[in-house]
């Protein structure tokens, strides 16, 4: 089954305590992106990266990381993680000539005491 | 900076009705419009998007209408139903070297028997 797929799907952690949500994709995408949706504010892109090795900061990189080491794994670093950072976050990939048509993931509730 | 603007922020529509979702876009470089859909636990899922060549398009119950001249579009559903009720975002892109959507705040959507 096509899917992308996030671990944790929830996480409660404490300030400054360093955490990873990992995304992957079996679809062979070259396009993955993470997003963070709040309130009010809808989906707000965090990084992307159009390929391997390549990253982009999107609208509101602060206080985030990314790598992509492999094609279809595009984990998500927090170094620092601050109260302001509690979200649901969603990683979406696509084709690169699609970035139009993305897949979401199930999405990661994170909660920051 | 907002640059896609989306209204109503939520919406109640009785069983058998049509349900209006409007958004506004700024950047005249957007040369698509899709529309997503988010069910409760779940990531958002394409739902349907249009080009700005064409002033609607219509897939099922679920119609865009486009006014490019007044940069509007808006999501219809026809004959709302209870199974419609989700949150429904619209987005924007420029295919021409932007890699990124740019998405609405998101309209609560929920259908009242």
């Known amino acids: 089954e096509a899917q992308v797929t996030q671990n944790p799907r929830y996480l409660i952690t404490v300030t400054g305590k360093k955490l990873t949500v990992t995304c992957s994709q079996n679809?062979?995408?070259?396009?993955m992106s993470w997003y963070r949706q709040d309130p009010g504010l809808g989906l707000r892109q965090i990084y992307y990266s159009m390929n391997v090795e390549v990253t982009d900061k999107g609208d509101v990189p602060e206080g985030y990381k990314v790598s992509r080491k492999e094609k279809r794994n595009f984990p998500l670093i927090l170094e620092s993680p601050s109260p302001n950072q509690t979200s649901l976050y969603f990683c979406?990939?696509?084709?690169?000539?699609?970035?139009?048509?993305?897949?979401f993931g199930p999405g990661t509730r994170l909660t920051v005491l | 900076q907002q640059q896609v603007k989306q209204s109503p922020q939520s919406l109640i529509v009785q069983k058998g009705g049509i349900s209006i979702i409007n958004c506004a876009y700024e950047n005249t470089a957007f040369d698509y419009f899709p529309w997503y859909q988010q069910f409760p636990g779940k990531g958002p899922a394409l739902l349907i998007a249009?080009?700005?060549?064409?002033s609607e398009k219509k897939e099922g119950r679920f119609t865009i209408s486009f006014n490019k001249s007044a940069k509007q579009f808006s999501l219809h559903i026809m004959d709302s139903q209870p199974g419609d009720s989700a949150t429904y975002f619209c987005a924007a892109i420029s295919n021409f070297g932007n890699e990124k959507l740019t998405f609405g705040t998101g309209t609560r959507l929920t259908i009242i028997p």
């Open positions: 249009i080009r700005p060549d064409v």
């Open positions: 679809m062979n995408h070259e396009y």
């Open positions: 979406a990939s696509s084709n690169r000539d699609h970035v139009n048509e993305q897949f």
